[in-house]
């Protein structure tokens, strides 16, 4: 199946060009992603177009689609064959969670797995060296562990219903992170929203992956523009 070419479209926020060169080394444009939502098939209940595409109007410049317990792996494709279409044409990476064997049909950019989902090892050697392979993180001693992946999560900064059982890490992980930086871009996940994102950001976090800030927004673009905003209000540095 034929990826989507980013570089052809001229899209908001500078997001455009090759994800990696053709060593599978990842370009600048991973690093320069902010806000990264991660949703069902059915976020808040609705369609999914009815939230993404807004939200990528509105600044969303990575998206996972995150199903946990699918119907069934024919669901599973629609639901990514719609969300690779929107992003394509929005010039924004398409991640699919913990699925690398399904990367391939649904044409995505990339897989997340988590600390007990498939060895970042063997997901890379499913999906190869030119498709992004993120990785979540909840203590200092994962994130230090944490090798083969593009991109890690670090989190979640305060319970959330989207991570059952998961006890919140608080801001000092976000701060370890800032004081240890891995090699590769980071993000801060868990109950980030319009309410948290200035703590998040003061802590020192330049990414957050957010969830029902999104989905469950009665206005998702705006939304979307709001945390935005926060964000691109201090400079990225480095990997971090």
């Known amino acids: 199946m034929e990826l989507p070419t980013f570089g052809q479209t001229t899209v908001p ?12 080394v990842p370009f600048d444009r991973l690093r320069a992603v902010r806000l990264y939502l991660v949703t069902s098939a059915k976020p808040g209940g609705r ?8 939200a990528l ?47 391939e049909a649904a044409g995505a950019d990339g897989v997340h797995v988590g600390q007990d989902d498939l060895p970042v090892e063997e997901a890379r050697a499913i999906v190869g060296a030119q498709r992004i392979l993120g990785l979540s993180t909840h203590a200092p001693a994962q994130l230090a562990a944490a090798r083969g992946a593009d991109y890690v999560v670090v989190g979640p900064v305060h319970a959330t219903p989207t991570k059952p059982g998961r006890p919140a890490t608080g801001l000092a992980y976000v701060r370890h992170a800032v004081a240890h930086p891995p090699a590769v871009p980071w993000f801060a996940i868990g109950g980030v929203e319009t309410a ?6 003061a802590a020192g976090a330049r990414r ?6 999104i989905a ?22 480095g990997a971090a």
């Open 57 to 103: 109007r509105g600044g969303v410049d990575l998206f996972q689609l995150r199903e946990k317990d699918p119907a069934d792996d024919d669901a599973l494709l629609a639901a990514a064959q719609e969300a690779r279409s929107l992003c394509a044409a929005a010039g924004v990476p398409f991640i699919l969670n913990d699925r690398p064997d399904l990367v």
């Open 47 to 54: 369609p999914l177009r009815e939230v993404l595409e807004p």
């Open 13 to 24: 926020h500078g997001r455009r060009g090759p994800l990696r060169d053709n060593g599978g």
């Open 208 to 213: 957050v992956v957010v969830v029902r800030a």
């Open 216 to 237: 469950q927004a009665a206005d998702p673009e705006a939304a979307a523009r709001t945390l935005r905003a926060a964000l691109d209000e201090e400079p990225l540095r």
């Open 196 to 201: 948290t994102i200035g703590a998040v950001v």
